[in-house]
C-alpha cells in the first residue's frame, strides 16, 4: 500500500508535523480526546503520501484526498476518524484501538471543500455551516469501503468538527463467549440471562464495549430461546442509536429531536408487555426509575451504565435518586468492563527489575517484578500494540450482607470489600496478571484505569 521507509525523510511534508500541531492546539473545542492523541510516525508518513497521490490524481485534491482517508481508516480498522479545523490547518485523527492517533494536516485553506465534500457524501445539507448535522454514508458509497460510517457535524471556531464512525461489521455475530469474558463471569451472565425479571448492568466508561456486549447478550437470549427453551420470547430494545440489526428482536431508535423522552417511551413498551427490555443506556433518574420498575415487574432488562468500576455502579445508581430497596430487589447482574491494548506479540520488550516496581490500579497500590513494554514495528503500524483484550469484573450480589450494604446506602469502598470478600477478582488483580502475562503494558495499564 505505501513504504514507509520512502517517506520517512521526505521534507515536503510540513502539514503532517505532530509537533507543529500540539503547540498550536485550537482554542475553544479542546476535547478529552486531545490528551489521549499520540504522535504515530508511521501514520503521518502514510498521510504525506496520500496528499501527494491524491495531488497527483486526475480527479479534485479534496474530492481524491477524502477518499482515500475514508479507505484508509477502513483498511486499517479504524473505529472513527475526526477532522479538526484548527488556525494551522485540518488535523485528520484516526481512533485505532481506541486511541487518537494524529495522522496528518489538511490545508486550512480546504476547511470549507473539506466539510462540504463528507456532507455530500452522507447526503447533508452544504450550505448550513452554522448548526450540527448528523448523517450516513452508506457502505459501498466509497469503493473498497464496506463499512457504514456515521456522520455528525459540529461549528468551531475555525470551521466544522467532523466525526467519522465507522459501524462494525466484524462483530456482527458475535455471541458472549467470544468476546473474552473468564469462565466464571461468562458463567454468571448466561445465568443471570434466564431469569424472567431483574436488571443485568453492563457498566464501564465510554468506549469500552458495553453495548457490543449487550449485542451479544441478545444474540444469545434468541439462540438460548430457540434451540434450549423452546419457546421465544419477545424481546425489545431501545437504542441511540441502533448498531446493529440483531434478528428476533424489535429494534426502536431513538430519536433526538423527538419530544418523546426515554423514559415515558419505556412505559408506553410495558403497556405491551415484553419479556426482555434493552435500554441503550441509562442516564438519568426517570430513565433508571422507570427501567428499575420494570424489572420488578416480571421483564428481564438489560441496560449499559456509566461507572468506573463494578461497586461504584451501585453508588451512582443510588446518587441519581433510585430508591436502595429498588435497587437491591431488581439488580441481577452488575459488571464494569474495560477493553486494554494488547502488546504486539512481535516486538514486545521483556523488562525486569529486582526490586518491585509500583504501579497504581483505581486507587490501589500494586508490585511488579516482570512487564513488557511495546516497542513498535511493520506488523502493527509502529503503535507497539495490535488489537484489544476485554477486562471485566462482575459484583457478587446474593448476600445478605452486599443487600444489606446496599440498603444502607454504604460506600463504594464497603461495597467493594464485600465484593471482593465473596469471591470478586477486581480490575486492579487482573490489571497485574495482564502485565505479567506481557499481554499489555504498564502504560496502557494506566491510560486505560488512571492512577
Ligand atoms: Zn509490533
Redesign the pocket.
Known amino acids: 500500500m505505501f513504504t514507509r521507509k520512502n517517506q520517512e525523510n521526505n521534507q515536503e511534508q510540513p502539514v503532517s508535523d505532530a509537533k507543529a500541531a500540539e503547540k498550536d492546539k485550537p482554542e475553544g473545542n479542546a476535547s478529552q480526546e486531545q490528551e489521549k492523541m499520540v504522535p504515530d510516525n508511521s501514520l503521518t508518513s502514510a498521510f504525506a503520501q496520500w496528499v501527494a497521490e491524491s495531488r497527483a490524481s486526475k480527479s479534485d485534491f479534496i474530492v481524491a484526498m477524502i477518499q482515500r482517508i475514508f479507505q484508509e481508516g477502513a483498511a486499517r480498522s479504524a473505529s472513527d476518524i475526526h477532522f479538526q479545523p484548527g488556525r494551522l490547518g485540518v488535523e485528520v485523527r484516526f481512533r485505532l484501538d481506541g486511541v487518537l492517533h494524529l495522522a496528518g494536516m489538511l490545508p486550512q485553506s480546504n476547511v470549507y471543500q473539506i466539510a462540504a465534500r463528507i456532507k455530500v457524501l452522507a447526503n447533508l445539507v452544504t450550505f448550513k455551516q452554522g448548526v450540527p448535522q448528523e448523517g450516513r454514508i452508506p457502505s459501498g458509497l466509497i469503493p473498497n469501503v464496506s463499512r457504514e460510517i456515521r456522520i455528525s457535524t459540529v461549528p468551531v471556531l475555525y470551521g466544522e468538527r467532523i466525526v467519522a464512525r465507522f459501524f462494525s461489521s466484524g462483530n456482527l455475530y458475535q455471541l458472549p463467549e467470544e468476546l473474552g469474558f473468564t469462565e466464571e463471569i461468562l458463567e454468571s451472565l448466561k445465568r443471570a440471562a434466564t431469569r424472567t425479571s431483574g436488571a443485568i448492568l453492563v457498566t464501564g466508561p465510554a468506549g469500552t464495549g458495553k453495548s457490543t456486549t449487550v449485542a451479544a447478550m441478545l444474540r444469545h437470549l434468541v439462540k438460548q430461546d430457540e434451540y434450549d427453551i423452546g419457546t421465544v420470547r419477545s424481546i425489545v430494545t431501545l437504542e441511540d442509536p441502533i448498531e446493529s440489526a440483531i434478528d428476533g428482536v424489535s429494534q426502536i431508535e431513538i430519536s433526538q429531536d423527538g419530544d418523546t423522552t426515554l423514559d415515558r417511551l419505556l412505559l408506553y413498551l410495558l403497556r405491551q408487555d415484553p419479556d426482555v427490555i434493552v435500554v441503550g443506556e441509562i442516564r438519568d433518574r426517570p430513565t433508571a426509575e422507570a427501567a428499575m420498575q420494570a424489572a420488578l415487574t416480571g421483564h428481564l432488562l438489560l441496560s449499559t451504565f456509566h461507572a468506573t468500576d463494578a461497586a461504584s455502579a451501585i453508588s451512582r445508581f443510588l446518587e441519581l435518586g433510585v430508591e436502595p430497596f429498588t435497587l437491591r430487589s431488581s439488580l441481577e447482574f452488575v459488571m464494569c468492563q474495560r477493553l486494554v491494548r494488547r502488546l504486539?506479540p512481535?516486538?514486545r520488550r521483556e523488562m525486569s527489575s529486582s526490586t518491585p516496581n509500583t504501579i497504581h490500579v483505581l486507587r490501589r497500590e500494586k508490585q511488579i517484578t516482570k512487564w513488557f513494554e511495546p516497542?513498535?514495528?511493520?506488523?502493527?503500524n509502529g503503535t507497539?500494540y495490535?488489537g484489544r483484550s476485554l477486562v471485566a469484573e462482575a459484583l457478587p450480589l446474593k448476600s445478605d450482607e452486599m443487600a444489606n450494604a446496599i440498603l444502607e446506602r454504604r460506600e463504594t469502598s464497603v461495597l467493594q470489600k464485600i465484593g471482593e470478600e465473596m469471591g470478586m477478582v477486581p480490575f486492579h488483580d487482573l490489571a497485574v496478571k495482564l502485565i505479567e502475562d506481557g499481554v499489555t503494558s504498564p502504560v496502557e495499564i494506566l491510560r486505560v484505569f488512571g492512577l
Do not use: I, R, Y
Open positions: 504486539c512481535h516486538c516497542v513498535g514495528c511493520e506488523q502493527c507497539g495490535s
